[in-house]
Each structure stands twice: as structure tokens, then as C-alpha cells.
């Protein structure tokens, strides 16, 4: 079989078993589940990428990990490759993997229910339905160290307690928290909800592909067949971090970042090999687009920073390519208008000092926003002839207020020192 006869179409998602077609060849994502992967299976990917990729990967915005640039000769080669390894999504039109997890989760202390049990029974409960659209997934959160927030899923679930975990859904603005239910029947009442929104769609009363695209009465008759009880909303926690050491009983968990979430094979090789010298020999890939190494003993820390440091990950939080986040982009990416990483790269150097601050700068090679499904500071959408559609404060799906080239975003940036010099650079009436 060619892999031209596994492609995936329009609407799905790449996985193992279907490539997707992109500027630099074909993209093969894996969806191991909790992100985690043994040092050995880390190893066995970046080979396999070297081999029959163009040595780049990618960490995405839900932890899974994508060889870039497979050639169709050399595809079916990964393919039986990866699927000896127990690498490759189960069959099926649905999603490759529903859940999203912390990096940290079953070793957070702040965590208030064990995340990853609850991730396996929702796994199991929904795996039986069919014609669930395969871009839904749920985020399922204990309440810890690392809010999911910010990651854009159908359905975020988050421990209020030991036994109450809240349901939230997600709107274009905001997270909508609609009741509760006890620990033991979450994973019925999320498969009472996507079910039933399978069902919609099967009978043609809903074309939506995510819950939150749903008509909002179908989407509340949803919610109360799940039986949730009314609940208080979950108390608002700090961004999560994106680089840095975080304590968790057992040791030091370090999180390592990485432009992007680009990846070099070398690089995953050396994660898999501190893994193995400092830590549990684990390696765990995080929604924010990088690695965490954990139960890395205190005296091994600062080595460890030291070594990854020079071999290019980003080990301190306030480093300011964080601030910035960018797809792929031209030509890695077939629907990009604008090589996305680079002219990030280049805005950063206009408004270094806002970035210090924490101010964040989406540049989006299209709409569809892969880099960052949420609102930033300032989200650039890439139009033809290299230029930007500007949304301040908002997402790639919400409305331009400006389009603009990038030497006139960069003479525009340039004087902003403050959210506000940044509001007023990109307001309307602005000469
Ligand atoms: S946002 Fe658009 S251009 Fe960027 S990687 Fe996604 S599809 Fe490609």
C-alpha cells in the first residue's frame, strides 16, 4: 500500500497510520498516551526520524511528538517501523488519543485526584464511539501546578477536590464551567456527552466538528443528560511554566523548552539520555511544547541544566522566545503564507522589553492558529505577499483590526514598552 492511500484529508488528524501532506513532506504524529515515553522509545523515534524523516520533530501544543519530512518511498518503512514498537493509534476515524494531561501528572503534589487513572477510563469509555469527530479532545486536569487552561479542549475537567471534578467547556473567549460530578462517574458523563454528540452529527441535526462550535441549545440538552451537579468554579491558578525546575516529592521535575516545539533528533537523543543518567529514565512531553525530565535527584540539577542549555532547549522561564509562539510556517507547512518562525524571531527583536514583561506574540503562518489555539497579546495571522492580519488581545478566529507587512508591524512595535503602548500601536485609528 502507497502512503498516498493514507493521507489524511481535510478535517482529520495526522497520526502514524495517516501522514499528513505537508511543505516539507510528510508528518507522522504520535500520540503516546500521557506524552510519556520510555528513554528507549525516544531513542528508537528520533532514529526512525533521522532515518525516514529530514531529522526535524515537532512537541504540539496537545504533547504529542511529529516526525517531519517522511518521503512517501520511505513511509511504509516507519510505519511497520513504529508499529513494532506499539507506536501507532488504534484504527478508526476518531481521535488519536482524547486526553491531555499535565507533564507532571501522578507526581504533582497540588493535585487533588489521580489524573492519569481518570485519563485511562475516559480513554476506555469513549473508545467505543463512533463518528466522534477526531479533532475533539478532553483536558483533563487535577489541579495542580499545571492549569490546561489554555489548551483548547471540547471538554476540561478539573479536580475541585478528591472526589468532584468540575466540567468546563470551551468558548471563543473564555472557559464556560457548567456543574460537576463525582470522581467515579466523570468518565460516564464525558462518554454521556460526546456520545451524544456523535449521535447529533450521525443524524445530521449538527455539522459541528467541536463541542464548542455546537448550537448552544443542542449543546445544553448535551450537558444536562450528563446529570451534573452544580458546583463551584475552579479557583484561577498561574499560567502554567514553560521552563524551569519544579519540586514533587520524589525528586526535581525539570522542565526543558523548546523554540517552538521544534525538535532536533539529536536533541530528543540527549533528553533520553539525561533521562536515563539523572532521572527515571522517562521522558514526558508537555502541552507547552516541551520536555519534562522528572525524579531528577537535587544534586543532578544543575548539570543537567547545564548540559541542556548548550544544546539549545530553554531552561530558564523568563527566556523571551517564550512569549512568542509560531507554527511551522512557510515552507514546512503547505498552507502557510508566511515563514511564520522567522519573522517571530524577527519581531521579538522590536519589543525584546515587552516580551520581558510577559507580554505574548502568536504569529500564525494561517488561520487555523496550530501554534496556539488561545488568545495572545497580539495574534499576526499570515496573509499573502508576506504580510499580517493583526488581532490584539484576541485568537487567529477572531476579527483582524489591521493588516499590516512585517517592516510596518516592526516600526509599530518598535516604541512599545507596555501592554498599553502595545494596545494603542494597534488600534484602529492609529495614523
Ligand atoms: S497554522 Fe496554518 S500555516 Fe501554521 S502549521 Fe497550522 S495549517 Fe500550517
Known sequence: MSAQDHIARRGWCPGVRRPMATGDGLLVRLHPFGGRLSADLARLVAQAARQHGNGHLDITARGNLQIRGVGEDTYPALLAQLDREGLVEPEGEGPNRLTVLSPLAGLDPRDRCDTLTLAQHIENAAASIEGLPPKVFVAVDGGGAMPLDAVGADLHLVALG?????????????????????????????????????????????????LRDLEPGLLRELIARADLHPAAV????????????MSHGNGQAVLLALPFGRCRTEQLVEAAAWSERFGSGEIRLSFTRGILLPMIADEHVSALIDEASRAGFITVPNDVRLSLSACPGRPDCGSALTPAPADALRLAESCGDL????????????????????????????????????????????????HLSLEELMSRLSPSNTLDDLRGAFSEGRP
Not at 449521535?199 to 455539522?207: D, K, V, Y
Not at 500564525?364 to 492558529?369: A, L, N, P
Open 234 to 245: 475552579p479557583a484561577r491558578r498561574s499560567a502554567p511554566p514553560r521552563a524551569g525546575v
Open 355 to 402: 516580551l520581558r514583561q510577559g507580554a505574548t506574540l502568536h504569529v500564525s503562518g494561517c488561520t487555523k492558529g496550530c501554534a496556539h489555539p488561545g488568545r495572545a497579546d497580539l495574534t499576526l495571522v499570515g496573509r499573502h505577499g508576506g504580510r499580517y492580519d493583526i488581532v490584539p488581545n484576541g485568537s487567529t478566529r477572531d476579527a483582524a483590526s489591521l
Open 162 to 210: 478528591h472526589d468532584a471534578i468540575a466540567f468546563g467547556m470551551s468558548s471563543s473567549d473564555n472557559l464556560h464551567w457548567v456543574g460537576a460530578s463525582p470522581l467515579s462517574r466523570t468518565p460516564d458523563a464525558v462518554h454521556t456527552i460526546l456520545s451524544g454528540f456523535a449521535n447529533l452529527r450521525r443524524e445530521g441535526a449538527s455539522e459541528a466538528r467541536r
